[in-house]
C-alpha cells in the first residue's frame, strides 16, 4: 500500500491471540480492521494521500505554428441516455469525444481535430428512469471527473469507463433525491459542485425551495461539505441588476 506512510502486514500473518498472548483480542481487531479499510481503500483507487495537481492532463505539445493541446467533451443526452427494452438490460450512456485544439499565430488562429470515434460510457445507476446526463467535465487530483445532474452521481473518467465516485444529494444533504449538478470548479484541492443557482419553481413560476442554491464541496478523498450559497447568488443577482422576480440561471 505505497503512499499512505504504512507497511502492510498479510491478513494471515497478524498474530492472533485468544487470550495469555502478548496483545488484547480487541486491539488485534482493530489492527485487522485497519488494514483491511486501508487494503480495500487503496484496492478501490482512493487518493494516494496527496493532491495531484497535475494540469492539464496531456502536456502541451509544441509544433512548428505554435501549441496543440489535448481536450475532450462530454455529452448530456437527457432522456435520450436510456437504452435497453426491458428492465434486465436497461443502461444509461453518454459519449466522450477527445481532440487537440491547436492554438497557432500567437492566438490569432485555432484548428480544431476531433478523433475518429467517440467513447461510449455507461452506468446501470438511474434516479425515476433517468441518469448518465453529465452536464460538465473537468480536471480534478490527475483525473478527469463528470457528474450526473439527474442522480448527483460524481463519475470518475478511466479512459471509457465511468466509476461513480460520491453520490451527492440534494440541498443541505437530508433530502432524499439526487442533486441536480450543472457546474464543477477546482479551487483549493477541493471540486466544488454547483446546480441552477436560483429557487426550484413550480411551472407557474411558485417558490418550491433552495435547494439548487446549495454548493457541494469535494475533498480529493471523496469527503463532502453541503455549503449554502443562497446569499453568494443573490449578491450575483444584486450585481447584474437583477430582481428577485427574475432569476438568474447557471446553465
Given amino acids: 500500500m505505497s503512499g499512505v506512510g504504512m507497511t502492510a502486514l498479510p491478513l494471515w ?22 488494514a483491511l ?10 487518493s494516494s494521500g496527496r493532491y495531484n495537481s497535475t494540469y492539464p492532463l496531456s ?35 453518454s459519449y466522450l469525444r477527445r481532440g487537440h485544439l491547436e492554438v497557432l499565430e500567437g492566438g490569432e488562429r485555432l484548428e480544431l481535430r476531433w478523433d475518429p470515434q467517440s467513447e461510449l460510457l455507461q452506468t446501470q445507476l438511474a434516479e425515476r428512469g433517468r441518469g448518465m446526463e453529465l452536464s460538465e467535465l473537468v480536471a480534478f487530483d490527475g483525473h ?18 465511468a466509476v461513480p465516485w460520491v453520490i451527492l444529494p440534494d440541498g443541505d444533504g437530508s433530502v432524499p433525491k439526487g442533486f441536480k449538478a450543472e457546474w464543477l470548479a477546482v ?42 450559497w443562497v446569499p453568494q447568488y443573490q449578491a450575483l443577482r444584486n450585481a447584474a441588476g437583477i430582481s428577485p422576480q427574475v432569476r438568474f440561471w447557471q446553465v
Wanted: aromatic share 8%; charged share 20%; glycine share 14%.
Fill in 13 to 34: 500473518r497478524l498474530p492472533l491471540v485468544a487470550g495469555g498472548g502478548s496483545a488484547p483480542l480487541g486491539l488485534l481487531a482493530s489492527v485487522l480492521a485497519l
Fill in 37 to 46: 479499510a486501508l487494503y480495500l481503500s487503496q484496492a478501490a483507487g482512493g
Fill in 59 to 93: 502536456p502541451p505539445e509544441h509544433t512548428a505554428g505554435g501549441v496543440r493541446y489535448r481536450i475532450a467533451v462530454i455529452a448530456d443526452l437527457d432522456t435520450a441516455s436510456r437504452r435497453g427494452a426491458n428492465a434486465s438490460e436497461l443502461t444509461w450512456v
Fill in 144 to 161: 478527469l471527473y463528470s457528474v450526473d445532474d439527474r442522480t448527483g452521481v460524481v463519475y470518475r473518467i478511466h479512459g471509457n469507463r
Fill in 187 to 228: 479551487k483549493d484541492q477541493q471540486l466544488y459542485v454547483g446546480g441552477l443557482g436560483k429557487e426550484w419553481t413550480t411551472t407557474t413560476g411558485e417558490v418550491v425551495n433552495d435547494n439548487p442554491e446549495w454548493v457541494k464541496v469535494v475533498g480529493y478523498h471523496g469527503d463532502v461539505r453541503h455549503q449554502n
